[in-house]
Every structure is written in C-alpha cells, then in structure tokens.
C-alpha cells in the first residue's frame, strides 16, 4: 500500500490536492507575523505548501519558502566548537540568500521595472555573501629630529655718566621634529549593515510593489542557542519593511525566540513582535468534538492513499471519500474510531498505524481492519517508534504516570500547572508523542488557577487495560470531582493534579480531588487513599489482553467489587448516579 507520509516528498500539485484544511487557513491567510505550532507529523509542511499556494493566488503576493533543515549545513550550525557569531553570521548569508534566489525567480515575469527590481536583489545578494572591506592600520612608524635654532641680539643704549652702552647675546633654542607614517590594510569583516538591508528592500520594493510572505518551515531545526539570534536577524533585517511578512512553522517544545540580554530583549517575543499564534494540534484533540475529528480524518487517509490502493478501492468497492474508505476497509466506525484515538491528534502516525493494521488484517487473511488490529498496530507503533529513544529517567517518568493517572486515577487524564509545562520530563514526553496537550490554558473554576491539560498515549497502558468507568473508584463525587475543559457541553474528566514531584521517576505524588468536599495531595500514594472504602482489588482498573480481551475471573472480581460498593453508598449518591442531566457515559473517561 503507498502512503506517502511526508508532504515535502510530494509534488505541490498534490500536497494542494491531497490537502484537507481543519479550518486553520482561515487563521493564517493575513498579513500578521505568526508563529504555526505543532508537533512532529501534525503536518505543518502541508499547510505551509498549501498555504503559499493560497497566497499566491492574488497577484500582489510573492512567497519565499524556506526549509530551515537545508540551509548551508545544519550540522555546523550545531557544532558548538565553531564561535556563536560565526554560526549565526553563516545562517545569515544562507537566508539571505535563499530570498535572493526565490524572489528573482518571481520578479522576472514583472510586467515593468523588472531588470530594477533584479538590481536591487544582486545588491542584496553581495551584501549577503560578500564580506565586508574595512580599512585598518597594519604598522606606525615615528622619526624624531633634535634642532637647535641659533639666536643672536644685540641691544643698544645710552647714558649721561658712560655714554653709549651696547650688549649682545649669542644663543639657540632646541627643538624636536617629529614625522609619523602609518601602514593601513583593507580587512574583510563578516558584517551585515541592517541600513544596507533596508535600503535594498526600499528599492526593490519601489520596483517590485508587491507583499511578501515569508514561510519558515523547520524552526526547530536550527539548533537552540542559534535560534533567539536567527530571531534577532529577522526581526531587524525583515520585519521593519510593511510588505515583508514572516510565519513560522515550530515545534513548540523545542524553540526559543528570544533571551535576554541585560535589560534588554534580543529576539522575537512573542505577542509584541509576533502574534496571533495558532496550534494545529487544537484542531485535532479528539475530545473536544469527537464526531468532527473522526471525519476529518478519514477524509485526510482517504486523500493520502496512492496508487494501486486508491484504484483498488475505487474499482472494487467504489469509494469516493473518507466514508466510504471506513465502510470498505474496517469491520465497523468503532473500529476506525480506534484508529483515531490510537494517533492522538498526529496524522503522521494516523497514517503509519493504519497501514501496520491493514498489513496485520491481511496476514490474517482478513478483508478489513478491527479493533485488535489497530491496538495491535498502534502498541507496535508506540514501542517501535515513539518510546525508542526515551532515556531511562524519561521512560520511568511515564510508567510512573501510567500507575499514578492510570491504574490508581483510573482516568489517562490530569492537569498540570501551567508554570510546569516547560519541565524537562513533560518536554520529552511530549515530544515522543507519548503525552499529549488537549487542553492549554484551562482555568479551573474551584481554585481560579490555570492548567494545561494532559492525555496518557492509549498504548502506554495497552498493558493495563483502559481506564475504569466513571463510578468505578469510591469517593468521587459528580459535583466536585469532575471537570470540562472541553467545553459545558462535552464529556467531563476526573480531575486529577500532578504536582512537580511526581514528575520524578523515583517519586509518588498527586494530588487527587476534589474528593467529595476536600483535596488532598500525598506522597506514596497508598491503595486506600480514595477516601475509607473497601480495598480496591487490582483488577478495578480493567485489565485486557493484546487483543484487547477480559480475564472471566478478573471480570466477576471487579464486578463483585463494584457491586459491593454500592451496598455503601447513600441515597444522595445513588440520586446523583442516576441522574438523567448528567449520565456517567457523559462524564466517563472514553474506554
């Protein structure tokens, strides 16, 4: 089955054709300088391919699109035994000059003045790659002579007693003569004038009058401490000019656009210089319209597939679009719905998953994709592919998360402080896509504190079984227990808040509640700790197979379990249980 799973592998007849825009072209078709977050695979490329085709559709746009990943060499960027200014002056030139070379491929089709605005962009390429000349002195010689000026005088005079006097002298004054030569050498300097910069754009812009947009893919790509530098040059050298726009495609996790300086703020920041800023990963969360989310992404897969697949199906089973792929292809909508959960939002393992799970069904000898494929496939995905390069600090942290949220919460939900969202363990979680941000900013209003909000990887507790039902842990009240944070119309999450300890590998703390009418926050969180009742058996949090089956005996235990707590609860409780505003499938945790 082809698949390609990189948008710069395509053509741009077929990035734009294969594209299905989640509504976020409409955020970022202005003449604002932004910033596109998103993480690795969301498809940040793609948007950027479609949305430099979009532009150009008014005449008065030109598009620059720069891969930071190609400039010069990003390894030499990187290697920090070549001086920071020398690193950074070489990604200078090299920007500079992509610009050079992309606008002259656009200005010579310019209907008058296009030999002038090509003038100006040479000037701009010089300044960019040629250095510059700066005289100074090389040596300075000194010759001093000693003189003697000769001085003579002589002064006459009269008198009544001896008549005419006379009196002379002889003498010289010295006197030092200095002469001073100086050697000069012409020595080239690697220096950018911003002046020189702004007085080239001025004049092509006199000749070419058109907006330029320019696209930076792959920020996150230049190395850290370049990157608030890089954010420096463009802010002095391109965004003072009114018809240079700048947006920029970067991981959020892994980029820094500005440093301090003193008192002084070297860089871009963020919502001064650069701004409104847009998330493709919000317009993926599952959660926050599940229906929506799952039809968007079937019509991405069926957009995506290549070849002899896409003929196949249109032959055989005659589909046309992303319904039809589901109806050919999986046994049922839960089925692909799996799928949806399983890629959490990244359409790059959206794609992977699904052609491992297709492969496996037809290992199988099966015609079309079920549950236990995928979850097979996406447990394979995760360990293969996303926790592979997890250090063992990194990979104690999440299996620790998965004991604290997971088998002890019973819920893959919890908040975070936003104050801890740039903790090095989140970082990294993060980054391998095994901790996913669905929710940023939420206030919640018990405390009035803000929170990002966090998702467990399915596959991460795979071994462990999906979280319990909303009634299956004691304590938790409907009224103070729960929150939305995506929306007062979507399903409710237990609220559970990690503080930092419990980010520690070798560390057990959470804070768990509101429990009824308290929180409570502990260290080495004992099995009875949600509140006084009977002893949870392990098995509470549902434990499943590979294949994603249920033990008979661990089924009648937790049931026993659950069935006995019910003996304890009182009748407000079982009031509030059954109340038909606010059912437990609308506040459970999705299985």
């Known amino acids: 089955m082809e698949i390609v799973t990189r948008a710069e592998r395509e053509d741009l007849a077929r990035q734009v054709g294969s594209y299905i825009d989640p509504g976020i072209l409409l955020s970022l078709v202005n003449r604002n300088h932004q910033v596109l977050y998103g993480r690795r695979g969301t498809g940040k490329s793609h948007v950027f391919a479609v949305l430099g085709a979009r532009l150009r559709e008014k005449a008065d746009n030109l598009t620059v699109f720069v891969d930071l990943q190609k400039l010069g060499g990003v390894k030499q960027f990187a290697n920090s035994e070549i001086p920071l200014g020398q690193r950074c002056f070489a990604l200078y030139q090299d920007l500079l000059s992509w610009m050079v070379n992309s606008l002259s491929a656009h200005v010579v089709d310019l209907p008058a003045n296009a030999d002038k605005a090509l003038e100006a962009l040479d000037r701009l390429g010089r300044i960019a790659t040629e250095p510059l000349l700066t005289e100074r002195p090389k040596s300075r010689k000194v010759k001093a002579t000693d003189k003697r000026e000769a001085q003579r005088s002589i002064e006459l005079g009269a008198s009544s007693k001896s008549g005419f006097t006379a009196k002379g002298t002889i003498g010289g004054k010295p006197s030092t003569e200095r002469e001073e030569t100086t050697e000069s050498v012409v020595v080239p300097e690697d220096v950018i004038l911003y002046p020189d910069v702004h007085g080239v754009f001025d004049e092509f812009f006199r000749y070419a009058p058109r907006h330029v947009y320019l696209l930076l893919d792959e920020w996150s790509a230049v190395p850290l401490d370049v990157q608030p530098h890089l954010a420096d040059f463009v802010k002095r050298a391109l965004v003072p000019h009114k018809r240079v726009v700048v947006k920029i495609a970067a991981l959020e996790q892994r980029s820094v656009f500005s440093e301090r300086i003193g008192s002084a703020v070297a860089g871009l920041e963020l919502g001064a210089d650069v701004g409104p800023n847009v998330s ?99 447990r394979k995905w995760f360990n293969g592919n996303k926790t592979s390069e997890l250090n ?71 071994h462990t079984g999906d979280p319990g039902d909303a009634e299956s842990v004691p304590g938790f009240s409907h009224v103070g227990g729960w929150v939305r944070p995506f929306g007062p119309e979507r399903k409710a999450i237990r609220r559970i808040e990690l503080t930092e300890k419990a980010l520690a590998a070798e560390s057990e703390t959470v804070t768990v509640g509101p429990l009824g009418d308290f929180s409570f926050t502990v260290d080495a969180v004992p099995d009875d700790a949600f509140e006084s009742s009977p002893k949870r058996p392990a098995n509470a949090v549902r434990r499943t197979d590979a294949r994603g089956g249920r033990n008979d005996a661990e089924r009648d235990e937790a049931t026993e379990w659950n069935d006995d707590l019910d003996d304890d609860l009182t009748a407000e409780d079982e009031a509030d249980r059954e109340d038909p505003n606010e059912s437990p499938g609308d506040v459970a945790p999705r299985s």
């Not at 839960?334 to 290992?363: P, T």
């Not at 819920?411 to 975070?416: E, K, N, Q, T, V």
């Open 280 to 378: 493709l990963d919000e317009y993926y969360v599952y959660d926050r319209d599940p229906d929506a989310v799952t039809q968007l992404c079937a019509d991405i897969l069926f957009e995506h597939l290549r070849g002899d697949a896409a003929a196949h199906l249109m032959d055989v089973y005659g589909v046309t679009d992303g319904n039809g792929l589901i109806d050919a292809m999986f046994v049922s909508r839960d089925a692909f719905g799996e799928l949806v959960e399983s890629a959490e939002g990244v359409i790059r393992d959206l794609i992977n998953v699904f052609a491992a799970a297709a492969l496996g069904a037809r290992v199988l000898q099966r015609d079309r994709i079920d549950r236990e494929d995928v979850v097979e496939a996406a």
């Open 392 to 462: 063992g600090e990194v990979r104690g942290a999440l299996e620790q998360l998965v004991d604290l949220v997971v088998t002890r919460g019973c819920s893959r939900y919890f908040l975070l402080p936003v104050k801890l969202q740039r903790h090095s363990i989140v970082d990294r979680l993060y980054d391998a896509r095994v901790l996913h941000l669905v929710r940023s900013g939420f206030m919640d209003p018990a405390d009035n504190r803000y929170y990002n909000v966090y998702a467990i990887d399915r596959a991460a507790y795979a």
